[in-house]
């Protein structure tokens, strides 16, 4: 179950599997109740099919993303109507079946049709060196894959077929459209079986499968269990057990890699979706449209519970030991956006904050999760919010956000030597080295106090199940090794206040004066603490600390082990607690650089204001870049130092500029704004940039446009 569509600008149609009057629910990991339930869904159209296939076959090519369920797929359509009527070609199983057993492959009358069939631009000796990796060309040409894929269908005689692997690039769609010539299927139908999925869920079946090293069979932590789970005291984490009979309990442990999802593969898969939009405008080859996914507020209404995928939530009964499994309906955010309730959640929550607080401006900061929406996505989102709240959804950049955290941290820092500033936040961790306010060097770690919280499941009993030594142990094997030497650091996020109200030994700050900085703890001050909060002081004891937010605390302990290991590893002396956020960045300086547009001919004296007051806090104005007009009050005003420029290089560099600038500022006095004014206005809209009129517009529809008013 998902939250809404899945590829970014496709809309796969919803079709609903329930049967008017079936009350009974089926068990879908049982063979002989599978069957039964297909029948009781499906029945006639599977008795269709099946007298079709006495007679007939048909060609189908599976389409869709890696990992994407067409194994599944494609077992369960041998499970209904046998393996003596359907059959299907793994693409890639195949190359590598062959060049893992060329030498006998290559006796065989499979062989000698592969390479009678051949047709290519380059020899099939030359093909047959690329498939064994001994050509200074690596890409295997499509025309040899095709010559192997015709032989296996040849081999396999009249049956249905299921092709999985093809096509994989652009060129090969038009190759696969001639599949129906090939090994007798002349005369048969041929169309193209297309699944849509969300590539968060691909993300999630990777992070969280696990195999066993006997059988290869797979599971899921999360997703799919077996009914051997044990709790691991070790590692704090939960682990599989085989429950194939032949495997006698062998754990099942994660491949390599898989904890990264699919960052790896995300180019493959940004592929695979752009072969099934380009398939989908192909005319004349039919489609089978698969949406293994439904927004999370209709699922009900489609399907029964029971056929929509559980999330399962693992814990430890502290009495009885036994590992206790609970299910839940598992939702994730699509590739278009974020949940429905999510965005709903969000919307209430600001829009209350703006009606507590009457005749107060209200900005907003969007960061992590919003940056990674699509540009679809975010223009989407953007307008809904303005619509619902009246107030412009800000996604700033990393880098935007970067300067507000160092500007909050160090803006009255003085020391001379290297600082290291540690911001830990739920998924990731970025550290950055600071010289005399200039950035030496920035790393960023996937893992973050949501990662500590997941992988150690009991990290929040009364008192922590799992050892501080244990969680630095992992974290610190992360880090990345650092050029630069720091002794000092800044560690963010609320920790001031919580190292007061948990009673870590702090001292006066004497490195330098700032009323937001007034204490400093020794490596020495913090691993202590740390370790009496993991085994000495329960979790109530610590969200009593906190009354108006005790879930807060509920990050502590991790938090607290990941910069341990950061100062561990890094070898810092002295830690600053800090309780400065992005905000107070925002505070102190809201802007790194902007644009300002407006009528130069009416106006310019109320934009040359303007741009004086942003210069004085440091702002650095990108256009208009001069203050002394050469021909004022003339219909197009060129500065001095523009002498030769013309009106169109001019207004590119405007434009330019807005490319490169945190926002566009429309100084517009009485809410005027001319022609020039509306072009920079659209162009700063569609690139999705801040824009903020001086005062509110007189024209109708740009205040119906995403936007702030007001400085």
Same mark, same amino acid.
């Not at 970067?402 to 600082?419: G, Q, R, W």
């Not at 500065?639 to 434009?655: A, D, T």
């Not at 926002?663 to 809410?671: K, M, N, R, S, W």
């Not at 001319?674 to 809209?685: K, V």
């Given at each position: 179950?998902?939250?809404?569509?899945?590829?970014?600008?496709? $809309?796969?149609?919803?079709?609903?599997? %329930?049967?008017?009057?079936?009350?009974? %629910?089926?068990?879908?990991?049982?063979?002989? +109740?599978?069957?039964?339930?297909?029948?009781?869904?499906?029945?006639? $159209?599977?008795?269709?099919?099946?007298?079709?296939?006495?007679?007939?076959?048909?060609?189908?090519?599976?389409?869709?993303?890696?990992?994407?369920?067409?194994?599944?797929?494609?077992?369960?359509?041998?499970?209904?109507?046998?393996?003596?009527?359907?059959?299907?070609?793994?693409?890639?199983?195949?190359? =590598?079946?062959?060049?893992?057993?060329?030498?006998?492959?290559?006796?065989?009358?499979?062989?000698?049709?592969?390479?009678?069939?051949?047709?290519?631009?380059?020899?099939?000796?030359?093909?047959?060196?690329?498939?064994?990796?001994? #050509?200074?060309?690596?890409?295997?040409?499509? $025309?040899?894959?095709?010559?192997?894929?015709?032989?296996?269908?040849?081999?396999?005689?009249?049956?249905?077929?299921?092709?999985? @692997?093809?096509?994989?690039?652009?060129?090969?769609?038009?190759?696969?459209?001639?599949? =129906?010539?090939?090994?007798?299927?002349?005369?048969?139908?041929?169309?193209?079986?297309?699944? +849509?999925?969300?590539?968060?869920?691909?993300?999630?079946?990777?992070?969280?499968?696990?195999?066993?090293?006997?059988?290869?069979?797979?599971?899921?932590?999360?997703?799919?269990?077996?009914?051997?789970?044990?709790?691991?005291?070790?590692?704090?984490?939960? +682990?599989?057990? /085989?429950?194939?009979?032949?495997?006698?309990?062998?754990?099942? *442990?994660?491949?390599?890699?898989?904890?990264?999802?699919? +960052?790896?593969?995300?180019?493959?898969?940004?592929?695979?979706?752009?072969?099934?939009?380009?398939?989908?405008?192909?005319?004349?080859?039919?489609?089978?449209?698969? !949406?293994?996914?439904?927004?999370?507020?209709?699922?009900?209404?489609?399907?029964?519970?029971?056929?929509?995928?559980?999330?399962?939530?693992?814990?430890?009964?502290?009495?009885?030991?036994?590992?206790?499994?609970?299910?839940?309906?598992?939702?994730?955010?699509?590739?278009?956006?974020?949940?429905?309730?999510?965005?709903?959640?969000?919307? @209430?929550?600001?829009?209350?904050?703006?009606?507590?607080?009457?005749?107060?401006?209200?900005?907003?900061?969007?960061?992590?999760?919003?940056? %990674?929406?699509?540009?679809?996505?975010?223009?989407?989102?953007?307008?809904? &919010?303005?619509?619902?709240?009246?107030?412009?959804?800000?996604?700033?950049?990393?880098?935007?956000?970067?300067?507000?955290?160092?500007?909050? *941290?160090?803006?009255?820092?003085?020391?001379?030597?290297?600082?290291?500033?540690?911001?830990?936040? @739920?998924?990731?961790?970025?550290?950055?080295?600071?010289?005399?306010?200039?950035?030496?060097? =920035?790393?960023?770690?996937?893992?973050?106090?949501?990662?500590?919280?997941?992988?150690?499941?009991?990290?929040?009993?009364?008192?922590?199940?799992?050892?501080?030594?244990?969680?630095? #142990?992992?974290?610190?094997?992360?880090?990345?090794?650092?050029?630069?030497?720091?002794?000092?650091?800044?560690?963010?996020?609320?920790?001031?206040?919580?190292?007061?109200?948990?009673?870590?030994?702090?001292?006066?700050?004497?490195?330098?004066?700032?009323?937001?900085?007034?204490?400093?703890?020794?490596?020495? @001050?913090?691993?202590?603490?740390?370790?009496?909060?993991?085994?000495?002081?329960?979790?109530?004891?610590?969200?009593?600390?906190?009354?108006?937010?005790?879930?807060?605390?509920?990050?502590? !302990?991790?938090?607290?082990?990941?910069?341990?290991?950061? /100062?561990? %590893?890094?070898?810092?002396?002295?830690?600053?607690?800090?309780?400065?956020?992005?905000?107070?960045?925002?505070?102190?300086? $809201?802007? !790194?650089?902007?644009?300002?547009?407006?009528?130069? =001919?009416?106006?310019?004296?109320?934009?040359?204001?303007?741009?004086?007051?942003?210069?004085?806090?440091?702002?650095?104005?990108?256009?208009?870049?001069?203050?002394?007009?050469?021909?004022?009050?003339?219909? &197009?005003?060129?500065?001095?130092?523009?002498?030769?420029?013309?009106?169109?290089?001019?207004?590119?560099?405007?434009?330019?500029?807005?490319?490169?600038?945190?926002?566009?500022?429309?100084?517009?006095?009485?809410?005027?704004?001319?022609?020039?004014?509306?072009?920079?206005?659209?162009?700063?809209?569609?690139?999705?940039?801040?824009?903020?009129?001086?005062?509110?517009?007189?024209?109708?529809?740009?205040?119906?446009?995403?936007?702030?008013?007001?400085?």
């Amino acid at each position: 179950m998902y939250n809404s569509s899945g590829m970014k600008g496709l $809309e796969f149609p919803i079709v609903s599997t %329930k049967v008017r009057g079936l009350k009974r %629910k089926f068990d879908l990991s049982d063979l002989k +109740d599978r069957k039964v339930y297909f029948n009781a869904k499906a029945g006639d $159209e599977i008795k269709k099919i099946k007298k079709y296939l006495t007679k007939n076959t048909f060609m189908a090519f599976f389409m869709g993303k890696k990992n994407a369920g067409k194994g599944t797929y494609s077992g369960l359509l041998r499970e209904i109507f046998g393996t003596e009527k359907i059959a299907t070609v793994g693409v890639g199983d195949l190359v =590598r079946e062959v060049h893992s057993s060329w030498k006998e492959y290559s006796k065989t009358k499979e062989y000698e049709y592969a390479k009678k069939n051949y047709r290519g631009f380059i020899s099939w000796d030359e093909a047959v060196e690329r498939l064994h990796g001994r #050509s200074t060309s690596s890409l295997l040409p499509t $025309e040899f894959i095709l010559a192997i894929v015709k032989a296996r269908l040849e081999k396999i005689g009249r049956k249905a077929i299921f092709v999985d @692997g093809l096509p994989r690039e652009m060129d090969q769609i038009s190759y696969s459209l001639y599949f =129906r010539d090939l090994a007798n299927f002349r005369d048969d139908p041929d169309f193209f079986l297309m699944i +849509d999925i969300p590539m968060s869920v691909i993300d999630e079946r990777l992070k969280y499968r696990v195999v066993c090293p006997k059988c290869k069979a797979s599971r899921n932590i999360k997703l799919l269990v077996t009914k051997d789970a044990r709790f691991n005291t070790e590692t704090g984490k939960f +682990d599989l057990y /085989c429950d194939n009979p032949d495997c006698k309990g062998t754990k099942m *442990l994660p491949k390599e890699g898989d904890d990264l999802g699919i +960052d790896p593969i995300r180019p493959r898969l940004e592929k695979d979706e752009e072969l099934i939009k380009k398939a989908l405008t192909l005319h004349g080859m039919p489609k089978v449209l698969l !949406r293994n996914h439904v927004p999370a507020l209709e699922a009900l209404k489609y399907y029964d519970d029971y056929e929509l995928t559980p999330e399962y939530v693992l814990t430890q009964d502290k009495k009885s030991d036994k590992v206790l499994v609970e299910e839940k309906p598992w939702t994730v955010p699509d590739d278009n956006g974020i949940s429905l309730d999510s965005k709903n959640k969000l919307f @209430g929550f600001v829009k209350g904050v703006k009606d507590k607080n009457p005749g107060v401006r209200v900005k907003t900061f969007a960061t992590a999760i919003f940056r %990674k929406l699509s540009k679809s996505a975010k223009k989407k989102l953007v307008d809904e &919010f303005f619509e619902a709240t009246g107030l412009f959804f800000n996604i700033i950049s990393q880098e935007l956000e970067n300067f507000y955290l160092e500007t909050a *941290l160090t803006s009255k820092c003085n020391i001379s030597e290297p600082v290291l500033l540690i911001n830990i936040g @739920g998924g990731s961790t970025e550290l950055v080295v600071l010289k005399d306010k200039k950035v030496l060097e =920035r790393k960023n770690i996937d893992l973050g106090v949501g990662t500590i919280n997941t992988n150690y499941a009991n990290i929040n009993e009364t008192l922590s199940g799992t050892s501080l030594e244990t969680i630095i #142990s992992e974290v610190e094997s992360k880090l990345p090794e650092l050029e630069n030497k720091p002794k000092i650091a800044f560690y963010s996020g609320g920790e001031l206040r919580y190292m007061q109200l948990a009673g870590y030994p702090l001292k006066q700050n004497t490195l330098f004066a700032d009323k937001d900085h007034p204490n400093v703890i020794t490596f020495d @001050g913090l691993s202590s603490k740390n370790a009496e909060i993991y085994k000495s002081i329960e979790l109530k004891t610590l969200e009593s600390l906190m009354p108006e937010n005790p879930k807060w605390m509920h990050g502590a !302990r991790g938090c607290s082990a990941i910069a341990q290991a950061i /100062c561990k %590893k890094y070898e810092i002396e002295t830690i600053i607690p800090s309780n400065s956020n992005l905000i107070d960045g925002v505070i102190r300086q $809201e802007y !790194r650089s902007v644009v300002l547009s407006g009528s130069f =001919r009416k106006h310019l004296e109320f934009i040359l204001k303007i741009r004086t007051e942003l210069v004085s806090n440091n702002v650095l104005v990108l256009s208009p870049r001069f203050t002394e007009p050469k021909n004022p009050g003339e219909t &197009f005003v060129v500065f001095s130092g523009e002498e030769g420029q013309s009106p169109l290089s001019l207004e590119r560099h405007h434009l330019d500029s807005i490319d490169n600038a945190d926002a566009l500022i429309v100084c517009d006095p009485e809410g005027y704004v001319g022609a020039s004014a509306l072009i920079e206005i659209g162009y700063a809209n569609e690139l999705g940039k801040r824009i903020i009129f001086a005062q509110k517009p007189e024209e109708f529809m740009l205040n119906t446009l995403p936007a702030e008013v007001g400085l």
